[in-house]
């Protein structure tokens, strides 16, 4: 009897219903892990945006540098630019944000327009980042898009922690708990 409910158990894994649901979950591995990697440092960069006090949005650590407000309209920015490749729509200037806004308020929330842009890359399927684009005049994927953001914005938030740590305050990757 064992045998028998075992090998009705893998016909039905093997059935083209159960393959199917197995090969979609495996083909959007790609996307989803990088969203995942995304999602959480672009959640420490909007988390330190939004408690660090808006007098030290000018602060440098050194003149040739940018100011912390400077690096979160230049995240925002590149959000924007690069997502838009990862969804194959035409990008805007990469330093716009940069230039034109510099109060926190503004900043703040211009990181959180690009985060909810950028969430519209993260959502396709492996299947369609796979499709070509243009990123920086050469041919890239969709996916290679979605990766460069995730570790651009890795980058930068490595920058924002020295910052944070001059200011004495604790980086929101490094408080522990949840």
């Known amino acids: 009897m064992k045998i028998r409910h075992l090998f009705v158990a893998a016909l039905l894994a093997a059935s083209p219903r159960a393959a199917g649901a197995q090969q979609q979950a495996a083909a959007d591995e790609a996307v989803g892990t990088v969203r995942m990697l995304w999602e959480q440092l672009t959640g420490y960069i909007t988390t330190a945006a939004e408690e660090l006090p808006e007098s030290t949005y000018a602060f440098k ?16 920015g590149a959000q924007h630019l690069i997502c838009a490749a990862a969804l194959g729509e035409p990008g805007r200037a990469e330093d716009e944000i940069e230039r034109t806004r510099t109060g926190k308020a503004e900043l703040v929330a211009a990181l959180k327009v690009s985060t909810r842009y950028c969430a519209r890359a993260y959502a396709q399927s492996d299947r369609a980042a796979r499709q070509a684009t ?45």
Do not use: D, W
Request: glycine letters at 10%.
């Open 61 to 76: 650590p050194t003149p040739e540098v940018r100011s912390f407000g400077q690096l979160v309209g230049h995240v925002a």
């Open 134 to 178: 243009k990123l920086f005049g050469q041919q890239r994927t969709r996916l290679y898009a979605l990766t460069l953001n995730a570790t651009h914005n890795a980058e930068h938030y490595g920058n924002m922690v020295t910052y944070l740590r001059l200011k004495a305050i604790v980086p929101p990757s490094s408080r522990g708990g949840s």
